[in-house]
């Protein structure tokens, strides 16, 4: 949508009230609002002929229905509002709202409600740099008050802001320019993610080139600050820099040694000259041995079998030479012995009994106990490997009527004699058992056999229950 200007567009309208009108056709010699185009805006103003009704504004023009709404009024018969529009034919045309015109009066003055001069005396600029390349030039005499050339965004929306932009031959709309400008009161909707993008900022940011601030020509540069301004500091034509300096930018400089000195975040810093001392006396540690006073000779004595101190080059060969060589050989000492060469493998042999606890007790027979004393091996255990083994006296027996498989868990003697005359058996079958041909069982009930368990009876052989 754009707003639109054209040459003697009139038409006619018989609407009422204050809402839309619509549009009843061209006056004679007048073209009609299509020439505006659908969706532009355009000035307007309406007169209710023979009345006192009158209304300028900017309206919409909307091709179908050939209407137009009156969107902003500018002034009106209603002190500025929209006029309720008496019965009648009203004419409505293109109008050239003096309150949004752009003029040059009689002193060639441009006149322009956001653009003015009124009240200067207009010039023609007297700079003669480039001005044959100059295709803008604007001067004026302004006596006593500000000549300004003003740009301003009215829109407090975050991304909002006013800038005016240079460029050169590689400019393109992200590269390439330098730009003032100054960021809406809510450019950023929270903390801002630079420095170019802080609320109410004023940047100058340069794209893809270096920027350069300063005076060229033997003038100093001030950085302003302060709630006015009243203060700066300032670096002049020799590149020194005035702290808080005077209004001339000549205070402040510091002498020569001084250095930068903050005073925090509160007060501006100041040049101080460093706590400095002087050296009087310089002593030394042994091995360090020092002559005194503020200008010593500081030396250290050779170091000996018995004194710390340096390391003469003879001692550092003779330290350097010591390690070096190749191993060709290694013996052993029995009880330890060697296979020789450079890798051997060594073995530990038998260890002399005279060499544990001066050889008392110990011989060919006996063994080293863990109470430090030597203890006689008792004789070799009797019997086959399925007898039963005790002890008699001190020596291994065993009989070959007691005996115990392995295979069956059977536990075998002739005779089975209960000396405290108690005989004890579960009361469950937990496993499988067979009752041998030649053997019979008894147990004394009641009994379970589990389930899943058998007891199978040999022919001609017996399991009683008692």
């Not at 505006?36 to 909307?62: C, F, L, P, R």
């Not at 005073?263 to 042994?286: D, M, N």
Request: negative net charge.
């Amino acid at each position: 949508m754009a707003l639109v200007l054209k040459d003697r567009v009139q038409e006619t309208t018989t609407t009422t009230g204050t809402g839309t009108l619509t549009l009843g056709g061209a006056v004679t010699g007048y073209q009609s609002f299509s020439a505006i185009g659908n969706a532009n805006t355009t000035y307007y103003a309406i007169y209710a002929s023979g009345g006192s009704e009158w209304e300028v504004g900017i309206g919409t023009y909307t091709a179908s229905g050939t209407t137009l709404s009156r969107t902003t009024v500018l002034a009106s018969s209603n002190s500025g509002s929209l006029v309720s529009f008496s019965a009648g034919t009203k004419n409505v045309w293109c109008d050239y709202p003096a309150g949004r015109a752009g003029y040059v009066d009689t002193n060639s003055t441009l006149n322009a409600p956001v653009f003015a001069a009124s009240g200067t005396t207009s010039t023609t600029p007297v700079l003669g740099y480039n001005a044959s390349n100059t295709n803008l030039a604007l001067g004026a005499a302004v006596s006593s008050s500000y000549l300004q050339a003003v740009m301003q965004n009215t829109s407090a929306t975050a991304g909002a802001s006013t800038n005016f932009a240079v460029s050169n031959d590689l400019g393109t709309d992200s590269t390439y320019y330098g730009e003032f400008g100054m960021n809406s009161s809510v450019f950023s909707a929270s903390t801002p993610v630079d420095f170019f993008s802080i609320n109410n900022g004023i940047y100058y940011s340069g794209h893809d080139g270096d920027v350069t601030v300063g005076s060229g020509n033997g003038k100093k540069l001030y950085l302003a600050w302060g709630t006015t301004g009243q203060s700066a500091h300032v670096i002049n034509v020799t590149g020194a820099i005035g702290l808080n300096t005077n209004i001339t930018g000549t205070s402040n400089f510091g002498t020569s040694g001084q250095v930068l000195t903050s005073a925090g975040s509160a007060a501006t810093p100041t040049w101080t000259t460093p706590t400095t001392g002087t050296v009087t006396s310089v002593t030394g540690t042994s091995p360090v041995v020092s002559s005194g006073g503020a200008t010593p000779a500081i030396s250290m004595a050779a170091a000996t079998g018995s004194v710390n101190g340096y390391l003469t080059s003879t001692d550092w060969t003779t330290f350097n030479n010591k390690g070096s060589g190749t191993v060709t050989s290694v013996t052993a000492t029995s009880p330890i012995a060697s296979s020789g060469g450079t890798t051997p493998n060594l073995t530990l042999g038998n260890v002399p009994v005279t060499n544990l606890n001066s050889g008392t007790g110990a011989t060919s027979s006996t063994y080293w106990r863990g109470d430090g004393t030597w203890a006689a091996v008792a004789a070799s255990p009797a019997g086959s490997t399925t007898q039963v083994q005790y002890n008699n006296a001190g020596a291994f027996g065993a009989s070959s009527t007691f005996t115990y498989s392995t295979t069956t868990g059977d536990l075998s003697a002739p005779v089975h004699n209960s000396t405290n005359g108690l005989t004890v058996n579960s009361t469950a079958v937990s496993s499988n058992y067979t009752v041998a041909t030649g053997s019979n069982a008894f147990s004394v009930g009641p009994i379970t056999v589990n389930s899943g368990v058998s007891v199978t009876v040999s022919s001609g052989q017996r399991w009683v229950v008692i």
